[in-house]
């Protein structure tokens, strides 16, 4: 086990806060409750909401790891089913009820709060359109709306960042997402190919290019370049993500490492059953192999 960095300790404290929005049941609950059924229409209505009603070209773009056909059978089809504004307010209401049980007896939730909103103020925005849209909404006044919006703001200020990362590699959509099940030794495919809909064709075309760039060799598996590659990649996103943390400073960051952890390990073990770990986001504020 190696120590992580501070980015992806916070990572892996704040991804879980947002998570609940699309994997916990009270998450998708409360879109269904306003006329927004199915898993992905909810996620695309609740995570594009902070742009308007935007067409799928935007959210292509942004979303990146997504095949742009499944982006279209989403959008802007569910702009007729709910309005962004319904939507932001239906997302947050999700969250509220999913983490009101996971801070159920666990102090410091409101300390736990104004660290993350003081991290979240400090994220910058320019090149990062996600971040920028969520960080540009009103600030709940309760401290689980709270929790949750900086959480938002801080996992796509990280996420802007590592797609920039991923464009400057000159990795594409299906690209990113092929690399990624090969470094996972090809473990993962059967759930990340459907979740960003690319077709059998297209997901074998972008592994034919990565071999003939030399991240993969001839059965597919991940070369040495491409170890290699990741791990620049990730120390670039962690720089890229470095500015909340520093501006908090090493000790209110340390503290908030001790009031998240309960609540993040609270909720991954409530998600189990629903919330995908492919990506490889550690667990809360432990070491990585």
């Known amino acids: 086990m190696t120590e992580l960095s501070t980015e992806r300790r916070l990572w892996s ?13 009270q998450g998708r609950a409360a879109f269904e409750e306003v006329g927004v059924r199915g898993f992905w229409r909810g996620y695309f209505a609740g995570r594009a909401a902070p742009l308007g009603p935007v067409g799928a070209a935007p959210v292509i773009a942004a979303f990146y790891g997504f095949a742009p056909q499944m982006v279209q059978r989403a959008l802007p089809d569910v702009w007729t089913r709910i309005t962004p504004e319904a939507a932001l307010e239906a997302r947050l209401e999700g969250a509220r009820r999913a983490l009101g049980p996971a801070v159920e007896g666990i102090s410091g939730v409101d300390e ?43 996992r796509e200020h990280r996420g802007d960042g590592h797609l920039a990362a991923l464009l400057v590699e000159g990795l594409d959509g299906a690209e990113a997402m092929v690399w990624r099940v090969a470094l996972n030794d090809g ?46 990649l990730e120390e670039t996103t962690d720089q890229l993500a470095a500015r909340p943390w520093q501006a908090l400073g090493p000790e209110r960051t340390e503290r908030l490492v001790v009031l998240l952890t309960p609540i993040a390990e609270r909720i991954n073990a409530e998600l189990g059953p629903y919330y995908p770990n492919w990506i490889k986001l550690p667990m809360p504020a432990q070491g990585a192999s």
Do not use: C
Not at 13 to 25: D, G, I, K, R
Not at 195 to 204: F, K, L, P, Q, V
């Open 187 to 232: 473990r993962g495919r059967k759930m990340a190919q459907p979740a960003r809909g690319w077709s059998d064709e297209e997901w074998d075309a972008a592994r034919t290019r990565l071999h003939q760039r030399g991240y993969l060799d001839g059965e597919g598996a991940a070369t040495e370049k491409a170890r290699w590659a990741y791990k620049t």
């Open 112 to 154: 736990a709060a104004a660290l993350l909103r003081e991290a979240a103020a400090n994220a910058e925005v320019y090149g990062r359109i996600l971040a920028a849209a969520n960080a540009a909404l009103p600030w709940p006044q309760d401290a689980l709306g709270t929790m949750w919006l900086a959480a938002t703001i801080l």
């Open 13 to 25: 404290l704040y991804e879980p806060l947002h998570a609940v929005s699309y994997f916990a049941p």
